[in-house]
């Protein structure tokens, strides 16, 4: 008796202090995803669907198991007493695939680890970008939180340097080893509503913003349809979002198929497993159908009802990590939760974008909902850490304080 004493005892206390509102929350979108990937990788055979079902399945385990145990964990003690360690890691992890460790299967982005060339018949492959994200997220709160402890103004230049420079260190060395600029986009998100949140102002937004969108009209009109990069794969991605008609059978390809699905769906979608392209048995149908464009397997299997349903059970899980960031007992505790509300709205932002046919394809996936189990080990470990801020409650007395 001791011993299950023992082992149910942090279990009792989880339902006690931790978000059990935001784990059922992940839980249900996950299922949900789950069952959209076992129709969208049945026109792969059998003995390959069990595969990608079994692998997200105990990918969702794994992650649960994380969600719990890191709600243990007090965040700000650890990164404070090892943010040089912290960051350390998030170069060197993403300089591991420089290695031969590093794949990237032909997407023109170097962003997988393949563990099994090491361990052999290991189950799934480890993207570096998804796991730094979180403590890319973690040691700019610290930063942000030291710069308001030495009563600096976070909108003066040399805070904005400080916490953008670090910012623009990571863009450069995801840009330079992996070539992955959707992802940039994310982490770019990540700081701007990190940033926007502990108080940087307006201004800057506006500065920066019009700035880049400046350049990007000066070099879209002027400079690109003189060189050979007008006709770059990512130029071209954005070309044919402007312009429908424009290499329909090439760079327009995937997202013509993909809203056709959508369309297709209407109100109430072709039927669970029923799906013209999702189920169609060659790739020339919907493309990448159980990873970045899994989204319109809803919309063609399950219609607009489904597509709605998901997007509500998505906004629900980025509502409660900005309610459990809004009722934090410290800044940096906060501003990881407003961090982490960033990441996911963002990343459901571009994805369903790319498949709505609004935005350019940018390789990212649908939170908790796509194949991956790196991505969603990382997706629990992440909602772990909001759930950790609701564990450790804002003492009474600045409780009653926050009331007035």
């Known amino acids: 008796m001791p011993f299950l004493s023992l082992l149910f005892s942090p279990i009792k206390d989880f339902f006690k202090k931790g978000d059990v509102i935001l784990l059922g929350l992940c839980l249900a979108a996950s299922i949900f995803g789950l069952a959209l990937i076992y129709s969208a990788t049945q026109y792969f055979g059998e003995m390959r669907w069990v595969r990608f079902v079994t692998v997200q399945f105990i990918a969702i385990v794994l992650g649960v198991i994380a969600y719990m145990l890191l709600t243990f964990v007090d965040f700000q003690l650890f990164v404070e007493k090892r943010w040089k360690l912290l960051l350390a890691f998030n170069v060197l992890f993403i300089l591991l695939l420089l290695t031969p460790l590093g794949e990237d299967y032909q997407s023109g982005n170097l962003n997988w680890l393949v563990i099994s060339r090491i361990i ?8 570096p970008n998804e796991i730094v994200k979180i403590s890319f997220i973690l040691l700019l709160a610290l930063q942000i939180v030291k ?14 340097i400080q916490i953008g420079g670090h910012t623009v260190f990571m863009l450069g060395l995801i840009a330079a080893v992996c070539g992955d600029f959707g992802m940039c986009v994310i982490y770019m998100m990540i700081f701007v509503s990190m940033a926007w949140t502990s108080g940087v102002k307006l201004r800057w937004f506006l500065l920066v913003g019009g700035g880049l969108v400046l350049a990007a009209v000066i070099l879209w009109l002027f400079f690109l349809p003189e060189t050979r ?85 998505l906004s629900s899980i980025v509502l409660r990590c900005i309610w459990v960031g ?18 996911l709205l963002s990343q459901i932002t571009f994805n369903v974008g790319m498949c709505l046919y609004v ?33 450790r409650p804002m003492p009474s007395w600045l409780r009653d304080r926050s009331q007035v």
């Open 120 to 127: 052999p018949k290991f189950p799934m492959d480890v993207q």
């Open 147 to 160: 710069i308001q402890d030495r009563g600096l103004d976070i909108s003066s230049i040399p805070s904005v």
């Open 229 to 313: 990069w007008w006709n770059d794969y990512r130029i071209m991605r954005f070309r044919v979002v402007l312009d429908h008609s424009l290499d329909v059978s090439g760079k327009g390809w995937q997202q013509t198929r993909s809203t056709l699905a959508i369309g297709s769906g209407k109100l109430f979608g072709q039927g669970y497993c029923q799906g013209i392209q999702t189920q169609a048995p060659n790739s020339q149908a919907l493309p990448a159908r159980h990873t970045d464009f899994i989204y319109s397997v809803c919309g063609e299997e399950l219609g607009l009802v489904g597509c709605m349903a998901l997007l509500l059970l």
């Open 326 to 343: 809004r009722h934090a007992s410290s800044p940096f505790s906060a501003y990881v939760c407003m961090g982490m509300a960033g990441m």
């Open 359 to 391: 935005l350019p394809v940018m390789g990212l996936t649908l939170p908790f909902i796509s194949y991956g189990g790196s991505s969603i080990i990382t997706l629990f470990a992440a909602m772990g850490i909001v759930s950790s801020v609701k564990a």
